[in-house]
């Protein structure tokens, strides 16, 4: 007699479950559109392509033009952790959705720009802004509140997101340039900016029911907040690691376009090359990934910044179309490992109570560096007339990140152990 009352409740518990897998395959698909779309991927990835029409229009040098990059990258860096800060308090789509709707805009303003730079560096003030609330920093937590067991693999695809339109949007805003030009490039790619970003967020991103009270409850009882993770070995070590990199691969990014034309590329050839840059870093995305899950996951960084290295020696020294386009791909490989691996090993070693704030520091770190990188290219450029001598210096500076990243311990531990030890012992001597 008990059966029927048994599969009377199953119909309800499988339509649960049915629309539990259809929400977070939502809230998967908002998160990859968002960073497909994001700061990261449509403005980090068409700089180089827009400096030379830039430089062109308005008599500006690359170093001027780099500015730009350095300013809307250290705002980044200066912004990212109370962007964090606020995504640990507050649902997801409070925060990400304005910085959305900002960041669309201000990069379609861009086709408005005057010649005095102070216009440019304006808008890009605007951008760096929010620019982290429309990347994985600002999809993360909240994908992690969704996918539990499956994690990992649900990281990966948001991080697939940027890998994808790092290598769709330097195409598409050459082709856009050659077409209608500049300025109607950036009016263009700020409407789908929009288009994509806006409606996704504001109608399927949300936290599971309850996630948000849970965070809350236990960062109360978190003793020490922050800055005993901050202060720990690993997140020292991850994080200098990271600022080295970054210097690098930005500086690279930035001017890899202008380089490429200067020996002889074709303008759409050198996008071309820029679009298997990206590629490879959303393949490696992908497989990273997967390593991540069965191997040490700072021994696989360390291993695809090596060959990050070896793809800067490509760049350096090839000659010709098939050494450019498979230096683009080590070092596309690099640069995917190192968006995987950053956060995972944070989650690892800190777990999610302070997730996003912490994230958000690497992101200044990174951007900080990132700010740098483009400036010293350009600025050598301008005085030597050739990138050469810049970048052995920084395929130097990215193998000093592998060793850096070879030498974190390993995280056996409790995911929060590590803030506890320090706080411990910041509590002892202070007792002291």
């Known amino acids: 007699m008990d059966t029927p009352a048994v599969l009377n409740h199953h119909p309800s518990r499988l339509q649960k479950n049915s629309l539990e897998s ?4 939502l809230v998967l698909l908002t998160a990859c559109c968002g960073v497909f779309a994001g700061f990261g991927s449509a403005f980090v990835f068409t ?5 030379k029409p830039l430089s062109a229009a308005f008599g500006w040098s690359r170093a001027e033009v780099s500015l730009g990059f350095t300013v809307a990258a250290l705002t980044v860096a200066v912004c990212s952790p109370f962007i964090g800060r606020l995504l640990d308090r ?7 959705l304005p910085c959305v709707m900002i960041y669309g805009i201000g990069f379609g303003s861009l086709s408005l720009l005057t010649p005095h730079i102070g216009h440019f560096l304006a808008v890009l003030v605007l951008l760096g802004i929010v620019g982290n609330g429309t990347t994985q920093l600002g999809y993360a937590r909240v994908v992690s509140a969704w996918f539990d067991a499956s994690r990992g693999r649900a990281l990966a695809a948001v991080m697939a997101g940027s890998g994808t339109g790092s290598m769709v949007f330097p195409p598409l805003a050459q082709a856009l340039i050659s077409a209608y030009g500049w300025r109607s490039a950036y009016a263009i790619l700020g409407g789908i900016i929009l288009a994509l970003g806006v409606p996704l967020v504001a109608v399927f991103l949300y936290e599971p029911s309850g996630q948000k009270q849970t965070v809350k409850a236990s960062a109360a009882k978190e003793m020490g907040g922050v800055w ?3 202060r720990s070995l690993p997140f020292i070590l991850l994080t200098s690691g990271l600022l080295l990199f970054s210097v690098a691969t930005n500086g690279l990014n930035a001017h890899l376009p202008p380089l490429l034309t200067d020996r002889g590329f074709s303008a759409e050839h050198a996008a071309a090359v820029l679009s298997v840059l990206g590629f490879s870093a959303l393949a490696s995305k992908l497989s990273t990934g997967y390593l991540l899950d069965r191997f040490f996951a700072a021994r696989v960084a360390m291993f695809l910044f090596v060959v990050c290295a070896a793809g800067f020696l490509l760049i350096i020294y090839g000659q010709g179309t098939i050494m450019a386009y498979a230096g683009a791909a080590l070092i596309g490989a690099g640069m995917g490992a190192e968006s995987d691996a950053v956060p995972y090993l944070l989650t690892r070693y800190f777990g999610l109570r302070r997730f996003s704030e912490l994230y958000g520091y690497t992101w200044s770190a ?3 560096a990132g700010a740098l990188g483009p400036l010293v290219m350009g600025g050598m450029f301008d005085k030597t007339g050739s990138y050469r001598s810049t970048l052995l210096v920084f395929c130097g500076i990215v193998l000093v990140a592998a060793a850096l990243f070879g030498l974190l311990p ?21 007792a002291g």
């Open 366 to 368: 990174y951007a900080c």
């Open 228 to 230: 005993p993770c901050v």
């Open 410 to 430: 390993r995280y056996k531990t409790n995911s929060t152990k590590v803030c506890r030890q320090s706080s411990t012992v910041a509590s002892a001597n202070g």
């Open 90 to 96: 507050y649902p997801a789509r409070r925060i990400i």
């Open 47 to 51: 700089f180089g392509v827009f400096l």
């Open 22 to 25: 259809g929400r977070r395959a």
